[in-house]
DNA sequence: CCGTCGATTGACACATTCTGCCATTTGGCA
DNA sequence: TGCCAAATGGCAGAATGTGTCAATCGACGG
């Protein structure tokens, strides 16, 4: 034998894969169908033809199934916030690092906003998936608190939190008014950050990108 | 009869109040003792001897009973946002309201620190109250809309999510390592939202209150 | 090709939350 | 006292998960 059983690279892994897959497709073709809350697990598996059991042995609830498309991205985003020279100032890594991680194909961006309409329209994801952005939370302030070779103060902490609501907001509206291209509606939204927040002037914070109005 | 039934003061009333008061003292009390989810709306509803059927139509959910309890403290604060005078920015506008409304007897702190305390140990709940937030974050996005006689825009409505985030975080510390009173650490958190926050400076941004350290 | 081993699966039973329904009780009020 | 509306209790049932065990399937060596 292998050294261990971890990747058992052949036949059954793949089917184990497929399986996964496409419970996942179904389900989400469900969810954007008729809803999430309207979509039982019993509907999924039946389409797959698998056992309800065997549902929960791939997604630990119906509500991972949902997140783990979505997932990772934070992670990508801590990790190259990190892997910027601590010769930008935490704006400029966040921008930098979201320009990066952010690149998305056309079918990504499907994919995206297939993900974040489940997100905006059902409570129940959306409360799963703002727990999970929390943890995401305390991986940026750490990510910015190394970067001044501190430990995550408060400060820190209401940054990364600043960060992420910045996105989230660029996201949601995003889908809720379905225009433009995210990439630069979230660039914009971040710039806000460079500013204090609470001061009335708007300060041109306009858009990088292509803003000719 | 008075123009409707829905004051039907009298003993009726009381006892619903009763019943009402009841259930929620049990289960926080089991929640505190055995945890949010080892305790079964079953165990509940067994202390005050009324039938399960019965909880339901006092809480819409189990999770809507701890919501009640930490319930309206946000509406007060947009309410009190709204109420300072145009002339005070949009940061000194917010600290005077949450100054208004954080106004905490000691028995009050108490309440607070077992919800607060139920909301950081229990995921389902955290989630949920997050949900909560996000409506409150709309309501305080609009209200510094108004200060400045303007439709909601992106800027306001991560200034509502920097500012809600900061007094989150401000009781999440407290919470966690159990120092000091609240207040304080509420409004020195609210207080860096006057710097940019994502410049590396700690710009000395330090307790209003008593920081002789 | 065969047989064994380990992992995957299906099925069944069960706990828990929450809803719909209806009969019963209880308080309010003439 | 007696009627009415509201509150309650109990029951059946849907839906999400979990534990358990036997059956199955792929991997691998002979």
């Known amino acids: 034998m292998t050294i261990a059983s971890v990747p058992t690279s052949g036949l059954a892994e793949r089917k184990k894969q497929r399986t996964r897959e496409e419970l ?3 389900a989400i073709t469900f969810f954007l169908q008729r809803g999430y809350d309207a979509t ?3 509907d999924i598996v039946a389409a797959v033809d698998v056992s309800p059991r065997t549902f929960y042995r791939y997604f630990p609830a119906k509500e991972d199934l ?3 498309i979505g997932e990772s991205h934070n992670e990508e985003l801590v990790a190259a916030v990190r892997a910027r020279p601590a010769s930008e100032s935490p704006l400029t890594a966040v921008q930098n690092a979201i320009r990066q991680t952010q690149v998305l194909g056309p079918q990504d961006l499907d994919r995206v906003r297939s993900f974040r309409t489940l997100l905006s329209g059902t409570s129940a994801l959306r409360g799963r998936w703002l727990i999970e952005r929390q943890q995401d939370q ?6 910015l608190a190394d970067r001044e070779g501190k430990a995550p103060e408060v400060r820190h902490v209401l940054a990364a939190a600043a960060v992420l609501a910045a ?4 996201f949601d509206e995003w889908v809720a008014d379905g225009e433009g291209d995210p990439v630069t509606r979230v660039h914009d939204s971040v710039a806000l950050l460079a500013t204090p927040l609470l001061s009335t002037r708007p300060s041109h914070a306009g858009s990088t990108h292509g803003d000719k109005a």
């Open 40 to 42: 039982t697990v019993e």
């Open 167 to 170: 996105v989230t907001i660029a």
């Open 138 to 143: 305390q991986r940026l302030a750490a990510a």
């Open 24 to 26: 996942a497709t179904a």
């Open 66 to 68: 949902v997140l783990a």
